[in-house]
């Protein structure tokens, strides 16, 4: 059985960091591309961030840039997002994904998805 678990939110002031991790289960993670989406309540899922299988290429939406960093571990089977200078406005459920296929990633349309973790940002 595949799972994709994420862990390492919670509830933090603004100006301060957070490392998000997704653990895979029933998965070799080093054969798929990554991405981290977040859902703030009413609203829909949006792409933060992906990496490549061999981690060479990394792409961010715009608002995170600079403050965010994906990463991964192939041997632990774990992805990370490291998140630096939080804001309110980064409050949302965090999602990872897992997929073959990079555009289709970057389109939320990966082949699994976890659970997600809160990450609540208070000013």
């Known amino acids: 059985q595949v799972q994709l678990v994420e862990s390492g939110g919670g509830l933090v002031q603004a100006g301060t960091s957070l490392r998000l991790s997704c653990a895979a289960s029933?998965?070799?993670?080093?054969?798929?591309?990554i991405g981290w989406f977040r859902q703030a309540p009413g609203k829909e899922r949006d792409f933060v961030a992906a990496?490549?299988?061999?981690?060479?290429?990394?792409d961010y939406t715009n608002s995170v840039k600079g403050r965010f960093t994906i990463s991964r571990d192939n041997a632990k089977n774990t992805v990370y997002l490291q998140m630096s200078s939080l804001k309110p406005e980064d409050t949302a459920v965090y999602y990872c994904?897992?997929?073959?296929?990079?555009?289709?990633?970057?389109?939320?349309?990966?082949?699994?998805w976890g659970q997600g973790t809160q990450v609540t940002v208070s000013s």
């Open positions: 994904a897992a997929g073959l296929g990079w555009m289709s990633l970057l389109r939320a349309s990966p082949k699994y």
């Open positions: 990496i490549t299988s061999s981690g060479g290429i990394t």
């Open positions: 029933g998965l070799p993670l080093s054969s798929y591309n």
